[in-house]
Structures are given as structure tokens and as C-alpha cells.
């Protein structure tokens, strides 16, 4: 007679099905079995610690527990360690941060004063870090952060993204836990994309700029906002998800391009006389993006309303030589310091001389690329080292000037 199998005796699966079988005088119990017998005891024998408990850890998640949160300095100096310069930026942006934290913690009172969110929006030419500042910031957060680009959105009905899906992304990156995704933060991008067209009406509808501006109004004030978790017009059947955005932070980011002739304008014509001239002489002109206000912004293409749902206003300083050499080498994750990861990795020691470094500089400000600009130039330099040393038996490679000069004029870029 075969030998019966030993079986659970309340769920009947065999040892061979679960991971544990507990064995007893006359029965045996799996663990499936053991964990659902502890739940009803402490169901019966204590029925309200379960909805205690669970009150409490959502009380806990709603306040966000100030404990563990950074403070404005300490983001700061995290943000140091990766972003060379624009201290005002980074200064601004983690006041907000922890502001955003304190909105979360703030008791209900009965004092009628409550604490309301400030959004922000940065303004910085093109490759001084408006991006690498979120995408950081994200790091060093345990609220839900999500970057989305205002570039692919549309009015509502026209082809193209509808502004709600960016609370899709906020939805993703927190796992669909919609208590954390309403204390999320999002960054948009490129915010700059979806100015006014023009001034002079139309017969034709502005769907990419003014129509999304006004989709993003209810959006960064605080709305409930219906939001189709699986995409809009593809999926029309689906159960929407209702958010809520008065606790969600939005940070907005643009390059502006040509908005200084706009600040310039209005610093040279709010005055006549003798004190315009002298205004003019103070002015610094190497960075005039510093004297950026609300109504430059209005002039750009921006409507009064989303401008007024954007009220703290930063820039970011353009890039001199020395802010890129530094990015060059300084941060903890430097372009420098990447490539010569990627060739430890094949066991080679690269090096840069500090001269095929000003020149590379020399040739990032030349170029007027800013950061991005680095890189480009790098990786021309680098492509023909990455391609023959990873073959050749050495153990060291190092970068001149003259190797950095010749093969940065074989490159596309010396034709620019």
C-alpha cells in the first residue's frame, strides 16, 4: 500500500505544494493556514486593534512625519554635491520642498489659518540645470516625484496628451496608492513650449500653447480632477481615479528663449531722464535674466492667470568658464568622472591633462551650449579612444590637449 502524502489538514494541499508544513500528533497545518487562523483570532479576540492600527498609519501617512525630513540647508547641500552654482535656484527650491513637507504635517486647527502651497517656476537659458535640479531633488524625496514635458500635451479633443495625464505618471511612480500620489510632486518641463503663439486672435484655436495653459489653471490650483489611469481617448470605458491636486506641488521649468530682449525693453523703458541712464549703467548685462519678472513672463506668452498660480519666480545664472570647468570635474557625478568609470570598467586608467580640459571648456563657451554642451564636446573627443583601447593590451590612456584638438577637428562640431 503507497505511503499517503502528508497533507494539510484545513486546506487539504500536500507538502510538496506549500513551502512549510508545520507537522502535529495526528495533522499537519501549512503556513497559508497558520497566517489566516492568526487573523481571525486577532479579529475576534481584539476587533477594533486592526482598524486602530490602520487609522493610525493613515494618520501617520497624512501627516508625513516631520522626523525624517531635511531641512531647507541640508537639501541644499545635497544639491551641491551634484549642481555647480545656482545657489538662488537651489535655494528656492528647498524652501519649497520643505515647505511642501510642513503643508502635509500641518494640524487641522480651528484658527482658520492654513498653510497653502507655492508652486514654482524656474526661468534659465538652455543647459544650466533646470532638469538636473528635479531630477536630483527627486533622489534625496520620499513623497511621489514625477518630471513630465508640457511639450506633448494638447487641448482636451485634439491630438496629443491631455494635461490630466500627467497625474497618470504621479499615479505610476506611487504605485497607484492615491493618498501618496496626492502628496506628490511634479515637475513640468519645457513649460515654456505652451506660451501664446501670438496676441492677434485667430480663426484658428492655439491647442498647444494658450488651450493647455488654461487646461493647467484648475490643475495647479487644487481641483478633484477625474484621471483615466490607463490613458485618455484609447481606453474611454476604464473607471476614472479621482485626485485630488491641493497638496500636490508643481514646480515648472522653461529655457525662455528670448526673453531677455523682453527684460531688457522694460528695464530700459520704465524710467525717462537722467535716472534711466543711470539705471541702465547698473544693470548687468552679462546676466540679465536675474532681472526677470512676472510681467516678462506675460510678454513671453504666458497668461496672467497661470502666471498668478506660479508665484515664486527663480532663474538660474548662465554658465562662465569656471562654473564649467567645474561641472566638468567637481560633481559627483561628472562627465570626468563617467568615462573614466567606463574605461575602470575595461581595467584602463584614464586621465585628463588640465589643459585638454580648458580646452574643452574653451570650446563648451564658444559653442554657447551650456552643460549640454560638455558632453557633446567629450564624447566627439572620446568616440575613437572608446572604440580602439578597449583591444589594446594597456593599462593607462590619457587625454592631451593636441589628441583632444585633432579629434575634435575630424568631428561635425569643428564645422559649426
Do not use: W
Request: hydrophobic content about 35%; some cysteine; aromatic content about 6%.
Amino acid at each position: 500500500m503507497a505511503k499517503k502524502k502528508n497533507c494539510c489538514s484545513f486546506c487539504g494541499r500536500s507538502e510538496s505544494e506549500v513551502r512549510l508544513m508545520i507537522t502535529g500528533i495526528d495533522g499537519f497545518i501549512c503556513e497559508t493556514c497558520v497566517e489566516q487562523a492568526y487573523e481571525i483570532m486577532q479579529a475576534n479576540l481584539n476587533p477594533g486593534a486592526k482598524a486602530d492600527s490602520e487609522a493610525d498609519t493613515k494618520a501617520k501617512t497624512k501627516a508625513g512625519s516631520m522626523k525624517n525630513v531635511p531641512k531647507p540647508q541640508e537639501i541644499k547641500a545635497y544639491l551641491d554635491q551634484y549642481i555647480i552654482g545656482q545657489d538662488d535656484a537651489k535655494k528656492y527650491l528647498s524652501v519649497a520642498v520643505y515647505n511642501h513637507y510642513k503643508r502635509l504635517a500641518q494640524p487641522v486647527t480651528d484658527d482658520g489659518v492654513e498653510i497653502e502651497k507655492s508652486n514654482i517656476i524656474m526661468v534659465g537659458s538652455t543647459g544650466t540645470g533646470k532638469t538636473l535640479l528635479a531630477r536630483t531633488i527627486a533622489k534625496l524625496l520620499n513623497v511621489p516625484f514625477t518630471i513630465v514635458d508640457a511639450t506633448v500635451f494638447t487641448e482636451a479633443g485634439y491630438v496629443g496628451e491631455d494635461v490630466e495625464s500627467i497625474l497618470s505618471r504621479l499615479l505610476q511612480v506611487a504605485d497607484y496608492n492615491l493618498e501618496a500620489a496626492e502628496r506628490g510632486i511634479v515637475f513640468i518641463d519645457e513649460i515654456d513650449k505652451i506660451a501664446r503663439k501670438n496676441d492677434n486672435p485667430s480663426i484658428t484655436r492655439d491647442v498647444s500653447g494658450e488651450g493647455v495653459q488654461q487646461g493647467l489653471l484648475k490643475l495647479l490650483e487644487g481641483t478633484m480632477v477625474n484621471v483615466p489611469p490607463k490613458g485618455g481617448r484609447k481606453h474611454p470605458d476604464q473607471d476614472y481615479i479621482h485626485v485630488n491636486t491641493n497638496n500636490i506641488l508643481f514646480i515648472c521649468g522653461g529655457a525662455f528663449d528670448g526673453i531677455e530682449r523682453k527684460i531688457a525693453q522694460r528695464l530700459n523703458t520704465h524710467t525717462v531722464g537722467y535716472n534711466s541712464v543711470q539705471n541702465t549703467r547698473q544693470i548687468d548685462k552679462k546676466d540679465i535674466m536675474q532681472y526677470v519678472a512676472p510681467q516678462d513672463l506675460k510678454s513671453f506668452g504666458l497668461i496672467p492667470e497661470i502666471i498668478g498660480r506660479l508665484p515664486v519666480l527663480t532663474h538660474l545664472n548662465p554658465l562662465d568658464h569656471d562654473a564649467l570647468r567645474r561641472i566638468l570635474v567637481e560633481p559627483k557625478n561628472s562627465i570626468v568622472k563617467q568615462y573614466i568609470k567606463l574605461f575602470k570598467m575595461d581595467k584602463i586608467d584614464l586621465t585628463f591633462t588640465t589643459e585638454a580640459l580648458d580646452y574643452i571648456v574653451d570650446k563648451a563657451v564658444e559653442y554657447k551650449l551650456g552643460a549640454r554642451g560638455l558632453r557633446s564636446i567629450v564624447e566627439n573627443i572620446m568616440t575613437d579612444a572608446m572604440f580602439e583601447v578597449p583591444s589594446q593590451q594597456i593599462k593607462s590612456f590619457e587625454v592631451t590637449k593636441e589628441y583632444a584638438e585633432k579629434q575634435l577637428a575630424h568631428s561635425a562640431m569643428s564645422e559649426a
